[in-house]
């Protein structure tokens, strides 16, 4: 096993955590806790290809990298704001009980 | 210049349409005037051409419809039977035109009158000159129209109007039959013209070809063809059972009767025989006669008996009159029939300037009795209206054959030929005992207007010139025109059979016609002798009976009503008429009333059924079909949970399936 | 495979089980924090300075106080009597064992076609700064205004509006 492959392994496990949390916790936090972990798996994914991959002056991976991180930061902001305000509404951040959307 | 001649009479017409009476009157009369200077010419013209020993016999012919190979062509001739009709119509016409200026002053309708009265003229001409069966059947209708129109000229007056409708509904029964036969000529000839250079229908070599074909009954079909068309004379000049409307044609002013009903268009119809002899003719065994003549012959003999019988009980003077032109038409056409064109022509050129004169005359007697017509109500006005007397007796003795006036002449001719008939000595007693008729009722007539006592109401007074002048220059002619056809000189006879005349005495010794002569004299004489025994100078006031009537009550009323004939088509054919009308209006109403409602029940409940099946099955199918939408539809709206972390699942799920997919399917 | 990896990558795991497993709201953002940093680190490893510096800033620094301060501010019927996980939870538990299996396999299948360099690139700082400023300064800027979009949006969304209880 490749050190490349090792880190793949890694990534891919953290990302499996962090949709299982995301698909069975009750509270809407924790469940953008489990897409930030998914986010960070993948981050690391790119930057395990950066350096194991051709070309690594290119920078590419780091900046995909960087410029997730910082687009992953606003998401949570904006999400988290969302959930403070439905927080309001309904009183309750459990997920199962936000069916307003229900067919 | 021949077509001019109708042509200009009834060109004015459309320009008198103006209330603008003495320019109305001067054109009418104008152009009939220059109309008989025309016919002049045209006479003179066929006189030269006979005293020069070649008969005149031009026509001019033109195509007006082509179908395929067959023509039909339109055109006029002159000849000397035209020619004589052309001076006779425009020159009574003239005369009549003239008296209907003094007649009509005081009606208000002055225009419209001549108006109607040219479009008549140029009519007539029409049929007079015509070369073709089509053209003169075509003005004969025209004719039949103005005869409407002026006898229903008073049509606020519902006799008058009701009178014009049976004119024009009798004549056109005949018509019918006469178009029936220019059909079937067409069809078997191929031509309607009369002359045309040998190929016309009148020539021999279409004649043959008439002859030979056969029609039903064992008549050829000349003889048919003949018959058809004597129906349509019959009609219009009135012979036995269609003479019902003439009578009843004195509903129109008098000048309409003088002209119309007198001299020119009843004589339409032993025109149009005359014309048409060829046909009649056709086949004819030499000293026997055709079928065809012979009915003509019988009928004329009839009609001219019937009509002087009921002429004598007849109280209203217009009707007299009438009844006596109906009589002397049957004499005019068992003329044709017994003797020729040349024996009924003499006697309708006579009788139409001595029919006309006395019309005109009772027009007169009218005026001057301040519209009074019944005879029992008139009475010694030959001290009030001299000239009127003087002219109409005149008349009443040309009528009555009295010799040596006009009448005598003409009716001879026609009394020699029906006693040199071989078929029948019939019609020469029939012909006779009418004679003695016409002088009894003429005399019966006189008696009551001229003479005795007055018994009409006001002041009777003489016409003034411009209606007396006419019926002098009538009552010359109403004299001296018989001596164109004594036997002496048998002018006219050979005029239009092409003969060379002289005059010679010998004439009145040939066999047998100076005994007829007496026969025919004292029978006339006779006639007058019972009449002025039993009404002259006695003056029975209006509610006592006729003496007549007093001998022979039954008789008398018989005659008084027209013996029954109107009443005979009343109860038969109009009653006939009246049921069909019923009938059809029930046919109409139940029968096809019946199928509409039927289709229209039918087409309703189809509409039904179809809303029922529209409703129950398209709609419930319909209604089914959306449930079980709806429903599958909310099964999978289950879907939606609305719960966010159902749809991550399912993304999750899905990216897995497809990733596998992609992954697999790239395997080497 | 050297022992530093295993052990960051064994730290990572673990916060990241904690995070999505543990009971208290606070203690799943503390344990996620812990696998930031576990994933920082493994950043520096792989000789990306510049990426596991930023994300200790910003995700430790940032993101997971954010977090904090939500979970503190919807407490509410926060430990209730039903359980924290749902119903369905092995659905979503099946789906993730999914997800693993096939990104494992997948891994597995075709690392040995990638050419691998084991050399270290030698990357400065000043080198990531250049190429944002020059091959990277597009998405720089967008970047710059999504930040500024969210941050307007995040304000609107969590502001009290007008009637609202406080």
């Known amino acids: ?92 951040a459990d997920l199962d009980k936000m069916n307003r959307m229900k067919g | 210049m021949i077509p001019a001649v109708p042509m200009v009479a009834a060109g004015v017409i459309a320009l008198l349409k103006q209330p603008r009476r003495r320019a109305a009157a001067a054109l009418a009369i104008g152009s009939l005037a220059f109309s008989l200077l025309v016919a002049l010419a045209a006479f003179g013209h066929v006189l030269g051409g006979w005293a020069s020993g070649h008969a005149v016999r031009e026509s001019v012919n033109f195509t007006w419809v082509e179908f395929g190979s067959a ?156 018959l058809l068309i004597f129906a349509g004379a019959a009609g219009k000049s009135g012979q036995l059972p269609l003479h019902v409307w003439l009578p009843d044609a004195m509903e129109g002013p008098t000048p309409v009767s003088a002209l119309i009903h007198a001299a020119t268009m009843v004589a339409a119809g032993v025109y149009l025989v005359a014309r048409v002899y060829p046909l009649m003719q056709a086949g004819m065994p030499t000293g026997g006669t055709t079928t065809a003549l012979t009915v003509v012959t019988w009928v004329g003999a009839s009609t001219a008996v019937f009509a002087a019988l009921i002429a004598v009980a007849q109280n209203d003077i217009k009707r007299i009159l009438a009844y006596s032109t109906v009589s002397q038409l049957g004499y005019m056409m068992a003329g044709l029939g017994l003797g020729g064109v040349a024996v009924g022509m003499f006697h309708l050129i006579t009788h139409a300037f001595f029919k006309a004169l006395l019309f005109m005359g009772a027009g007169s007697v009218i ?51 029906a006693q040199g008939w071989k078929l029948s000595q019939g019609p020469f007693f029939m012909l006779v005992f009418g004679a003695l008729l016409t002088a009894f009722y003429m005399t019966r007539q006189v008696s009551y207007v001229f003479f005795g006592a007055y018994r009409g109401h006001g002041h009777a007074h003489e016409s003034p010139r411009v209606m007396t002048s006419p019926l002098a220059i009538l009552a010359f002619f109403a004299v001296t025109l018989g001596f164109l056809g004594t036997p002496a000189w048998p002018w006219f006879r050979s005029f239009l059979s092409d003969r060379p005349a002289r005059f010679e005495l010998a004439g009145f010794s040939e066999p047998g016609i100076l005994a007829l002569m007496l026969t025919s004299t004292g029978v006339v004489v006779a006639g007058l002798l019972l009449g002025w025994w039993l009404y002259g ?132 | 495979m050297t022992i530093v990896f295993w052990i960051l990558a064994a730290l990572t795991v673990a916060g990241a089980l904690a995070a999505v497993t543990l009971r208290n709201t606070v203690h799943c953002a503390l344990a996620v924090t812990t696998a930031f940093a ?127 209880v406080k």
């Open chain 2, 537 to 668: 100078n006695k003056s029975p006031r209006a509610d006592e009976p006729d003496a007549l009537e007093k001998a022979m009550p039954p008789v008398w009323r018989a005659l008084r009503d027209r013996l029954y004939v109107d009443e005979l088509y009343g109860a038969t054919v109009i009653a006939f008429y009246a049921w069909f009308a019923r009938v059809a209006d029930w046919l109409d109403r139940r029968v096809w009333g019946g199928i509409v409602s039927l289709v229209t029940g039918f087409f309703g409940l189809w509409a039904k059924f179809n809303r029922f099946l529209d409703t129950y099955w398209v709609d419930g199918a319909f209604d089914k079909g959306c449930e079980e939408l709806s429903s599958g539809g909310g099964l999978v709206a289950r879907v939606q949970s609305g719960r966010v972390q159902t749809y991550l699942r399912l993304l999750a799920l899905a990216v897995v399936v497809l990733a596998a997919i992609l992954i697999w399917s790239s395997h080497p």
């Open chain 2, 71 to 226: 023509t039909v062509d339109l055109g006029w001739v002159l000849d000397p039977l035209s020619a004589v009709m052309m001076v006779m119509v425009t020159f009574v016409g003239l005369l009549i035109f003239i008296y209907s200026t003094g007649y009509m002053a005081h009606d208000e309708n002055f225009t419209r009158f001549f108006c109607f009265l040219s479009l008549f003229a140029g009519a007539m001409l029409g049929v007079v000159i015509a070369n073709s069966l089509l053209l003169l059947f075509m003005c004969w209708e025209l004719v039949g129209l103005t005869s409407y129109l002026l006898i229903g000229f008073w049509f606020q007056k519902p006799s008058a109007a009701a009178a014009a409708k049976k004119a024009f509904l009798t004549t056109r029964v005949g018509d019918v039959f006469f178009l029936l036969g220019i059909v079937w000529l067409f069809a078997q000839t191929g031509t309607l013209l009369f002359y045309n250079n040998g190929a016309g229908s009148m020539e021999p070599l279409a004649l043959g070809g008439l002859l030979a074909a056969p029609a039903a009954l064992g008549l050829s079909a000349a003889s048919a063809i003949a």
């Open chain 1, 1 to 92: 096993m490749t050190p490349l492959a090792g880190y793949l392994l890694v990534a891919a496990l953290v990302f499996a955590i962090g949709l299982a949390g995301a698909l069975t916790r009750r509270n809407a936090i924790l469940v953008l806790i489990g897409i930030e972990l998914m986010l960070n798996a993948a981050n690391l994914n790119l930057i395990a290809f950066w350096r194991f991959g051709p070309h690594p002056e290119a920078l590419t991976g780091v900046m995909f990298a960087v410029f997730s991180i910082a687009v992953a930061a606003a998401e949570a902001a904006v999400g988290l704001g969302l959930v403070i305000s439905i927080y309001r509404h309904v009183r309750t």
């Open chain 2, 367 to 417: 005026h001057g009795c301040h519209e009074e017509q019944d005879i029992r109500h008139m009475g010694g006005l030959w001290k009030k209206m001299p000239v009127t007397f003087a002219t109409y007796a005149a008349g009443m003795l040309a009528l009555a054959g009295f010799v040596p006036f006009a009448g005598f002449w003409s009716k001879d001719a026609i009394l020699e030929s």
């Open chain 3, 38 to 164: 576990g994933l920082a680190l493994l950043f520096l490893q792989l000789d990306a300075q510049f990426a596991g510096f930023a994300q200790i800033l910003v995700y430790i620094g940032a993101v997971a106080i954010l977090v904090v301060f939500a979970i503190l501010l919807t407490r509410g019927s926060e430990t209730s009597e039903h359980g924290v996980f749902s119903p369905t939870w092995l659905a979503g538990l099946c789906i993730a064992a999914a997800v693993f299996a096939l990104l494992g396999w997948a891994v597995l299948r075709s690392v040995n076609a990638i050419p691998q360099q084991v050399m270290a690139p030698a990357i400065t700082v000043k080198d990531v700064g250049n190429a944002l400023m020059t091959r990277y300064v597009l998405p720089l800027e967008i970047v710059a205004l999504l930040l500024t979009a969210a941050m307007v949006g995040a304000v609107i969304v969590a502001m009290h509006e007008k009637g609202d």
